[in-house]
């Protein structure tokens, strides 16, 4: 399985961003999607994650700010950043969780919000 994407890059504080996860390989149907965040000297944390039967759980920091979707027939999920803050800069990594258990992890594409 391979996870690619798409969609970083800078925007200023209040800004928007959407990011892209495009998965391809043998998946199985039932399976989680999401993505993590790893800013500078910090731990990877959870943003959103979101199951195939449309369940989704947010970081507390970005309710109400993002919003995770995705498309099963294209198998890829969508991270909409609104309202972006200093502190979402990180890298963001697409994360794909199935049966087996199997997880895994895009290459991680880069979040900078300007103050």
């Known amino acids: 399985v391979q996870l690619v994407e798409s969609g970083g890059g800078l925007v200023q504080a209040g800004g928007s961003l959407r990011l892209s996860c495009a998965a391809s390989g043998t998946i199985f149907s039932i399976n989680v999607m999401g993505w993590y965040r790893q800013a500078p000297g910090k731990q990877r944390e959870l943003v959103a994650i979101?199951?195939?039967?449309?369940?989704?759980t947010y970081a507390e920091s970005v309710k109400g700010r993002f919003t995770i979707s995705r498309d099963n027939g294209k198998n890829t999920v969508y991270l909409q950043m609104n309202s972006l803050k200093p502190e979402d800069t990180a890298v963001y990594y697409c994360?794909?969780?199935?049966?087996?258990?199997?997880?895994?992890w895009g290459q991680g594409t880069q979040v900078t919000v300007s103050s």
């Open positions: 994360y794909l969780g199935s049966m087996g258990p199997s997880s895994y």
């Open positions: 979101i199951t195939s039967g449309d369940m989704t």
